[in-house]
């Protein structure tokens, strides 16, 4: 079975072709960093364009890697939402197109369903698991029965993670995409040096806040006036051994609940751009031991936005026959959840 999957829904136009064997024979992500990065953050109106501009290109390129023609593909899978509106238009419209020339299924594939499904297409994981998501755009945990079955233990009750590892970046006059260089800088510091508050430590349920942490980083920016380099790194340092600290503490209650729930299941998930943080995965590995509980996350480049994650959530869905009409609208909000 092959299944071509297409994502365009934040910064990447992606396109990829995967096996129902668990093979990613294709595996295209165009960045869209450079366009972004005299702002910032991602502008929506020039991600739109160039997803139109480069969507062609990076579909023939994932089919010409993989070896298929138009033809040999069982279906095709397309990020539906959540997402910037135009972006997802853009992809949603292809693949309808595709689909109906060649007269293929179309399947409508939840982003965060993409994130939620790739361990099952890199490792060995069966339902139901707990599931963490962690994006530029999601905080969440859930409880993950099957395909298209969640349960939502926790969010975050104002920034999501990926956004916090982004306005710290920011702060420090760090390039857009913030995550990845504050993790390059606090290999260099020192985690103690600034004390911030732990958000949410101790609190019942498993929900999160980054909002107050992001204002301690800020103001101790403010007190240390012009920063050098050792401080900059020093500071990327002390946050995300708070980050750290918080999700530790929000994932013992997490698993407390999942593990009430299903005491048998003994699966963690890490999932979404922030999964590809080394320090969180190690930091998480060793609270899940404490609980028997195994840490899973998919390799780094399948933890940010791709197509291969899009086109597997694709190939579950239709392996279930859960098809999608060609009336399907794209959403810029659709929660995982009922
Ligand atoms: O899943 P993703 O690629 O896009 C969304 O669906 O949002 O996640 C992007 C987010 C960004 O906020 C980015 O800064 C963060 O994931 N991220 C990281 C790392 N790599 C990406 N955060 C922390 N450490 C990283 N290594
Ligand atoms: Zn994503």
Known sequence: MLILGIETSCDETAAAVVTDTKEIRSNVV????????????????????????????????????????LPELDAIAVTGGPGLIGGVIVGVMTGKAIASVQNKPFIAVNHLEGHALTVRLTH?????????????????????????????????????????????????????????????????????????????????GCDFSFSGLKTAVRQRIQELGKLNEQQKADICASFQFTVGESVCDRSRHAMDMFCTQYPEAKTF???????ANQYVRGRLEKTCAEFGMTLVAPPVKLCTDNAAMIAWAGLER??????DSLDFEPRARWPLFA
């Not at 991602?42 to 023939?60: F, L, W």
């Not at 010409?64 to 023609?69: L, N």
């Not at 233990?153 to 999501?160: I, K, Q």
């Not at 998930?269 to 999964?275: I, R």
């Open 30 to 69: 165009l960045s869209q960093v450079a366009d972004h990065l005299p702002y910032g953050g991602v502008v929506p109106e020039i991600a739109a364009r160039a997803h139109m501009d480069h969507i062609e290109a990076v579909i023939s390129k994932a089919l010409q890697d993989a070896g298929v023609t």
């Open 269 to 275: 998930v890490l999932a979404g751009g922030v999964a």
């Open 318 to 323: 239709f392996r279930l026959g859960m098809i």
């Open 124 to 204: 060995d994981v069966t339902f139901p698991f707990l599931l963490l998501l962690v994006s530029g755009g999601h905080c969440q945990f859930l409880s993950v029965q099957g395909v298209g079955q969640y349960k939502k233990l926790g969010g975050t009750v104002d920034d999501a993670l990926g956004e916090a590892f982004d306005k710290t970046a920011k702060m420090l006059g760090l390039d857009y995409p913030g995550g990845p260089a504050v993790e390059a800088l606090a290999r260099g510091g020192n985690e103690r040096a600034y004390t911030f508050p732990v958000p949410m430590k101790g609190r019942e």
